[in-house]
């Protein structure tokens, strides 16, 4: 019965290959087994358009597609080259000029070039960019203006010195270059026709099944392993770890603690490395009953979160005294949350006349919570039943949860946030942000924004890691969100796949990728 599985996942793969892609290098020859990478996650896209989408379910397949001006390094978040070859940065810190490689062409077979620079950077920045651009500011937010000096040279002119600007431009939201003819074509929205300059090219988007690439043979860098790739959505945890045990999948991700042994036990590798994420319940603080920060800080109280973590996570999560993950600059092992005293929290929540609440959470696993969002309400719904509070659970699919995020008609909303550049900012701003599906606490606090402008002017040093352990203290004071964990990176892999790793921004590059 195994082989018959395998037998039928292989002809599934060739179909949709073969019927996917019109092209004359993927239908000259009929694929093998060791032609195809397939990675099964856990939650659909929401799409593939570098500007217009958040998740990281998008992010695991726009690596694939699209290069940067920038890139990180394989172990770390130091900032490499990539589209950009070299950059001088001015004495003042506000203009970055950047060289660009030579004779890159996008997949639609137009060139890459210093104009093709400036339109991106442009559609994100006022007065082009639209209120769907969530990543524009975190990426654009200190850019005044782009100068095209020549066609492999590009300025980048910004208002005020940013110390995370070059990091955020190696980021796979925002940052990563679209060709311009497939954004004009397209009516500036290419989420379901992506077209960069990357190692893989774009095939078919079958929805609620699967995304399918193949090599960019034409690529200006190093050439991918595998010839295709398909990102198969299979939303049950136990389901994923079936097809990657049956060889139905080669690689999966939103695992944990429970399948481990399942999988290892089917000889399979686990890939296993510290996470640079945080995992938090989030107060919504634009309307009662949690309008309120003392009532925010009660509700906390009910909620034992060491308890909590050790048993939804079993080892693989280490539980979160602050925002910042403990190696990122700015932690300070001195600040932590509100402390668990269920006697004190039924006190203030009695007084206060709070009876109900009404959460809402997703249904998939997460790379910062791989137990899903609905496991964890649960779990925080049994606190909350010890001090008098009745909860109403909504659970969504990702895509849907996102909408519901943004509408805003929630209590209590479960989230996280896996760092994009390795900078303090990148975690703290959230609670700025003005976009709802960023900053879904709908916190505002005016002393935190200007500590958030000052950590982005002030360079890299004590002076700047002090700014980020105050804005800490001072979200720790007004608990806007419960801070839950800091999960371990946790994916699994078939025995014959070589090289496969899991970024600590949460990408997946599959470029050196191979399967014997």
């Not at 850019?143 to 431009?169: G, I, M, R, Y």
């Not at 954004?183 to 079958?206: I, S």
């Not at 996470?275 to 319940?281: E, F, L, P, Q, V």
């Not at 206060?352 to 997460?366: C, D, E, F, K, Q």
Request: aromatic content about 10%.
């Amino acid at each position: 019965m195994r082989r018959m599985k395998k037998f039928m996942a292989l002809a599934l793969v060739t179909a949709v290959i073969l019927t996917g892609c019109g092209t004359k290098a993927n239908s000259d020859a009929k694929p093998q087994a060791n032609d195809t990478l397939i990675y099964a996650q856990g939650a659909e896209p929401r799409g593939l358009d570098p500007a217009l989408v958040d998740d990281g379910e998008s992010a695991k397949v726009m690596i694939n597609i699209y290069d940067g001006l920038l890139k990180y390094n394989k172990d770390s978040t130091k900032v490499e080259p990539a589209l950009a070859k070299s950059w001088d940065v001015s004495s003042d810190g506000l203009s970055y000029t950047f060289y660009l490689q030579e004779g890159v062409k996008f997949h639609d077979g137009t060139d890459f070039d210093a104009e093709a620079v400036k339109f991106n950077i442009d559609r994100q920045i006022p007065p082009q960019v639209t209120a769907d651009m969530a990543y524009g500011s975190f990426v654009y937010g200190s850019v005044k203006d782009v100068e095209v000096v020549d066609k492999n040279t590009v300025k980048v002119n910004l208002t005020a010195p940013s110390t995370p600007f070059l990091a955020n431009l190696a980021m796979v939201m925002s940052a990563p270059i679209v060709s311009p003819k497939a954004l004009q074509d397209n009516n500036n929205n290419v989420n379901q026709t992506p077209v960069g300059t990357g190692p893989y090219k774009f095939v078919k988007w079958a929805k609620d099944e699967n995304i399918v690439l193949v090599r960019n043979d034409e690529y200006w860098g190093t050439k991918a392993l595998t010839k295709n790739v398909i990102f198969k959505f299979i939303k049950d945890n136990s389901a994923r770890v079936v097809a990657l045990n049956n060889g139905e999948a080669d690689m999966i991700d939103g695992i944990d603690a429970t399948v481990v042994k399942q999988i290892t036990d089917a000889g399979n590798k686990i890939f296993q490395a510290p996470g640079m994420n945080i995992n938090y319940m989030a107060y919504n603080t634009s309307k009662a009953p949690f309008n309120d920060a003392k009532l925010r800080t009660a509700v906390s109280q009910a909620i034992d979160v060491p308890e909590l973590v050790k048993s939804l996570y079993q080892g693989y999560s280490e539980s979160a005294t602050s925002i910042l993950p403990t190696f990122m600059e700015g932690y300070d092992k001195s600040i932590s949350q509100v402390t668990y005293d269920a006697e004190a929290a039924a006190k203030a929540i009695k007084a206060a006349g709070l009876t109900s609440v009404h959460m809402i959470t997703y249904t998939n696993p997460r790379p910062y919570n791989a137990a899903t969002g609905q496991t964890l309400a649960e779990a925080i719904q049994g606190y909350l039943s010890k001090v008098g509070i009745t909860t109403t659970i909504d659970s969504y699919d990702w895509t849907t949860y996102k909408e519901k995020i943004k509408a805003g008609d929630y209590d209590i909303a479960f989230y996280g946030w896996i760092g994009d550049n390795g900078d303090p900012d990148n975690f703290m701003y959230l609670l700025s942000h003005e976009d709802p599906t960023m900053n879904i606490a709908l916190y505002k606090n005016e002393e935190f924004n200007k500590l958030i402008a000052k950590g982005l002017e002030t360079p890299a040093g004590d002076e700047r890691n002090a700014v980020y352990t105050e804005l800490e203290k001072v979200a720790a004071a007004d608990a806007p969100w419960l801070p839950i964990s800091h999960a371990q990176t946790l994916a699994a892999y078939r025995p014959n796949v070589s090289d496969f790793y899991f970024h600590m921004t949460g990408i997946t590059p599959l470029v050196g990728v191979s399967k014997k």
